[in-house]
């Protein structure tokens, strides 16, 4: 399922949805091949080195990948499919909450997101990234603040409403 629009329009334009698609984009890009040499795997969070630095044994920058991690995607369908639903649904919560609130609602729930993994799994070396919990938190205060509105989305290959 697709998600395409919904019945809801705002006079106000999404800023930050717009800023965080361009991040997203834009980090994705540079880490296929035309960064600085860095890869992903540098700046994806890795719950046991989080682990490590609660403890006081690691290294103090690894706490950096919890943010920079909710930048990084896994392939190009990881990317399109964050950004499709991203525009979907954060242009109304945008407009709903302001942009300050909606920015730092945005980044708590990816920082959740990423503290919820390191909970559930915190001696594993495997890299962690995706903004996913940070769009999950998105959908969840759309789905609060707009109960009633129409979503149109497809299915391939019937559109819907």
Same mark, same amino acid.
């Given at each position: 399922?697709?998600? =395409?629009?919904?019945?809801?329009? !705002? @006079?106000?334009?999404?800023?930050?949805?717009?800023?965080?698609?361009?991040?997203?984009?834009?980090?994705?890009?540079?880490?296929?091949?035309?960064?600085?040499?860095? +890869?992903? #795997?540098?700046?994806?969070? @890795?719950?046991?080195? +989080? $682990?490590?630095?609660?403890?006081?044994?690691?290294?103090?920058?690894?706490? +950096?990948? +919890?943010?920079? !991690?909710?930048?990084?995607?896994?392939?190009?369908?990881?990317? %399109?499919?964050?950004? %499709?639903?991203?525009? #979907?649904?954060?242009?109304? $919560?945008?407009?709903?909450?302001?942009?300050?609130?909606?920015? =730092?609602? *945005?980044?708590?729930?990816? %920082?959740?997101? !990423?503290?919820?993994?390191?909970?559930?799994?915190? *001696? !594993?070396?495997?890299?962690? =990234?995706?903004?996913?919990?940070?769009?999950?938190?998105?959908?969840?205060? *759309?789905? =609060?603040?707009?109960?009633?509105?129409?979503?149109?989305?497809?299915?391939?290959? %019937?559109?819907?409403?």
């Amino acid at each position: 399922m697709i998600p =395409l629009r919904d019945n809801y329009f !705002s @006079r106000n334009t999404a800023l930050v949805t717009y800023t965080l698609v361009g991040l997203n984009v834009l980090i994705y890009f540079w880490d296929r091949g035309m960064g600085a040499g860095s +890869v992903f #795997a540098d700046f994806a969070m @890795r719950p046991n080195e +989080v $682990v490590a630095v609660l403890q006081g044994k690691g290294d103090p920058t690894s706490m +950096v990948t +919890v943010f920079t !991690s909710l930048f990084l995607h896994g392939n190009l369908m990881h990317l %399109i499919s964050n950004v %499709i639903f991203l525009l #979907a649904f954060g242009e109304n $919560v945008e407009a709903a909450l302001g942009s300050v609130r909606y920015a =730092l609602y *945005y980044l708590a729930w990816g %920082i959740l997101a !990423s503290a919820t993994h390191v909970f559930v799994d915190p *001696y !594993s070396p495997i890299p962690t =990234l995706g903004a996913s919990g940070a769009i999950g938190g998105v959908l969840g205060a *759309y789905f =609060l603040l707009f109960p009633g509105n129409r979503i149109r989305y497809y299915i391939f290959p %019937i559109l819907f409403h």
